[in-house]
């Protein structure tokens, strides 16, 4: 079974087998949608107590590394998780922890005086449409309309469209019920699982967990043997997938068993 599956099995569960060949396992994990529930309020999503100790499980493991890989802003997605030695993933990709010190990508630096003023001018635009509100997030915009009362997806959309289409290396994208606006630089939260997993021996395999559409890049660039799983129910490019966020933490305990060689009855039971 590729990455590319288009209709992923129903049991994720029943992969042990291939996991446990592998010496080690690099867990990228998406923040809201899988570590966190969705909330209408984009500040409110916490990670879960159930998720925060199966991550701290993970990293003090010998034999993985575990990055939480998110389109919220660096400085805001860390407090969020706060669990030292992990590495975090901020912007899609653009923004990231070496050695525990911000990295920004330098093309998306180079763009950081264009955003401002692109900025200005959405917010002047989008002004008299209430609840819709620009979350600027450095090196990128991110113009949420989850709670807006009358304003469309569709006209939110056009109006971000038409500010900056005409700008120069700068492009927008779409997630669930937001429109990003980013550097033109072709970097994504699937290039940056590449850049990942290029930090560990080549015997680990790579297990991606997120619900977003912008997860469908990371899945797109697992090889055989990796494992994409989907939070949620869509089509997607990943292999397997578990049905709700809630789910999230018995996955990730499940990896547990795996590195360590167990699996639970109940699981066992249902393949």
Known sequence: MTAQQQTPVANVYSIDRQLGEAEGLLVALDF????????????????????????????????????????????DLRPRVGIEGIRYVGNHGLEYTVDGEREVH????????????VREEIETRLADMAGVHVEDKAVTLTVHYRRAKDAS???VTAIVNEVVDPVEGLKTGSGKMIVEVKPTVDWHKGAIVEWLADEVPDTWRTVYVGDDTTDEDAFKVLGEGDFGVLVG???????????????????????????????????????
Request: aromatic content about 2%.
């Open 32 to 75: 809201d949608g899988t570590l966190a529930p969705i909330e209408d309020d984009p500040d409110a999503p916490e990670i879960t107590p159930a998720n925060r100790r199966a991550v701290e499980q993970l990293q003090d493991h010998p034999d993985t590394m575990v990055a939480v890989v998110s389109g919220r802003q660096l400085a």
């Open 106 to 117: 330098p093309e998306a630096e180079a763009r950081m005086a264009d955003l401002q003023r």
């Open 153 to 155: 997806a569709e006209a």
């Open 233 to 271: 129910e869509r089509s997607t490019a990943a292999d397997y997938r578990v049905p709700a966020q809630c789910e999230v933490s018995r996955l990730l305990n499940w990896l547990l068993g795996v590195l360590e060689g167990e699996m639970p009855e109940e699981d066992r039971e249902k393949q």
